[in-house]
């Protein structure tokens, strides 16, 4: 080999927004693979299970009943990993044994009453009304000033860790900014102080020239597999338009989103074929702590699928210990994620 | 409640080697699990395996044969992730699309001839003869001034990603210094440019005295949960000498190392009766970049594993957007490590 070739030689590329790099072994996908082979999620479940404590009318494990809603729900996390009623406290020994509290509000969103559905299944005006809720309970949430960082996320299917298939999402809100949004933050910051525009803005515009790695677009946003994606299949939704969180967005935006969230999940779904797993989740700017201009709003989604519907990606040894690694090219992965149907397969089979 | 207490209240605890918080939520592990239980390891494995590529006399993917070798054995991994000839290269478009080459070696340890053993399995005499071999290793891969770090390290069971149960580890060396190892390096840097001692000669002091997280110490190694632990039972291996990689350890110090990896991974094994499955590895200096005087060799074990042999924790939406989180308390997952025996459960089985 004489000339270096981004989709055949392993090389590094840097993520702008934490400043990271990943490795990428194009190569490396010719590898066979006869490790853990994950079981297929059960797909037929029925639309009301009675032993599920999101569908409407049951109980939790509080006691509460869950009302007879008809589109989306939210209420707080029965098994809260962050709690509002903590003590302060604060200690650091020689620099060495350093801890402090951490308060926090989580709440659980039901995305819809229909046990057996997921987000792609919804319709968009299901999926509307998930992302207005988002944004009133993200408003709600800010008024606490002793709040500085709400995430917004879904955890989909039972390799990610997702403890009931009902469709749901969760918020968890806290005391001080968690760490991978102070990385994003000191990044944008930086960009923003230099060129006085949002560092994804202007990426925005390279991907949007280079059109190699977008999947999809709409009038508000963008779905692009990321230079420096490592997931195989990883994907941002970013708005076109710079805004800090999610509480500036218009309804036409927010229903802009909810359409960019219905195409990417289907094509996620038709690529193997199955109800596709992944972590997603929006980053936007912390709150109650001043001006972050420089934020600029925007969805991650990773996902762990590899090969097929049961074959995925470890994180393990070498990326724990030293650095991310991926096989196949973001490149690639954009190419086939743009040319699947944005029909779900499901709804073609007759 | 009142007063702050560690092993109750939700906290954040800072990792002295990266700058990156955990958040722990100990009221958390009261949660009850629905969701993904693993399929047990099959642990009933022939001595010898004609389709394993790592057994004595098999032929590899390359077409060539393994000797009848009958300690470690050591080659090149057929699916290095990263190749010696690789063209260079490097690109920066505007800050936002940055990438460069990325040079290296990858190899494949086979830890014993026998396809039905794991390294708790092995002798004293074994172990040490691996411990030997990555030495040995590490000073040949050092020789090519080109490489910067050598990541030693071993994926165990299919959970972690492992394809071949035969007892293996994998040495990946690169030109270019992993981010794990930059982010250690950095803080090491600054703290013995303070203090004219290494910051886990400090750390490992102050462990010592308290004796809350102490797992096992031997002559020259203290095993210990870190206090800034992320996965349940993950641990550390600090070496009580001051060096900054496995070339510098004395015959004595490399079996002193294979006494506390059999130790600690037979106390593993002993947790949930099955053979615990982990990524772990060592991190050390970076080399042929002149002095790190600052680096403390140590090594760092990531096991899955929870709440049993078959339920795991999951590091996905919250962890992989916003924080890394634990739900047991360090000095929990310490003490129920240091009670357990360090004679394997199998061992008993008469
Ligand atoms: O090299 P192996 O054992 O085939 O592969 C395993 O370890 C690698 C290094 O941690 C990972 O990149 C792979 O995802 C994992 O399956
Ligand atoms: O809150 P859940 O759905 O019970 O739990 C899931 O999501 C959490 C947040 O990412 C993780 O900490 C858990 O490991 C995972 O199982």
Request: proline share 5%.
């Amino acid at each position: 080999s004489t000339t270096f070739e981004l989709d055949t030689n392993p090389h590094r590329r840097l993520n702008i927004l934490t400043g990271e790099w990943v490795l990428v072994s194009p190569h490396r996908s010719k590898r066979p693979w006869q490790g853990k082979v994950e079981d297929l999620a059960n797909d037929n479940r029925p639309e009301y299970d009675e032993k599920c404590y999101l569908c409407p009318g049951n109980a939790r494990a509080d006691g509460e009943v869950n009302p007879a809603y008809t589109e989306s729900f939210v209420f707080k996390n029965d098994f809260s990993a962050l709690l509002e009623d903590t003590p302060i406290y604060s200690a650091n020994e020689d620099d060495l044994l350093v801890a402090n509290t951490q308060r926090g509000i989580c709440k659980v969103i039901s995305f819809s009453p229909k046990h057996n559905l997921t987000l792609p299944e919804l319709s968009l005006q299901e999926i509307t009304a998930v992302v207005n809720l988002w944004k009133k309970e993200y408003a709600a949430l800010a008024d606490n000033d002793w709040i500085k960082y709400i995430q917004i996320f879904e955890n989909k299917g039972d390799i990610m860790g997702c403890s009931n298939p009902h469709p749901h999402g969760q918020i968890w809100s806290q005391s001080d900014v968690p760490m991978e949004v102070c990385k994003e933050t000191e990044r944008q910051k930086n960009y923003f102080a230099i060129h006085r525009r949002s560092l994804l803005a202007d990426y925005l515009n390279l991907e949007l020239q280079k059109d190699e790695r977008v999947v999809y677009k709409n009038e508000h946003f963008v779905v692009l597999v990321p230079f420096w994606a490592i997931w195989p299949y990883e994907t941002m939704i970013i708005s076109k338009r710079h805004v800090t969180s999610i509480l500036h967005f218009t309804q036409a935006e927010l229903s802009s989103l909810a359409d960019s969230i219905k195409v990417l999940t289907t094509k996620y779904d038709n690529l193997f074929e199955c109800s596709f797993p992944y972590s997603a989740g929006m980053h936007q700017a912390p709150v109650n702590e001043g001006e972050h201009n420089e934020w600029h709003w925007h969805m991650h989604f990773y996902p762990p699928l590899l090969r097929s519907s049961t074959v995925k990606k470890f994180m393990v040894g070498y990326e724990l210990l030293a650095n991310a690694q991926r096989d196949i090219t973001p490149e690639f992965a954009a190419q086939q994620l743009k040319a699947l149907s944005a029909q779900h397969y499901k709804s073609l089979i007759f």
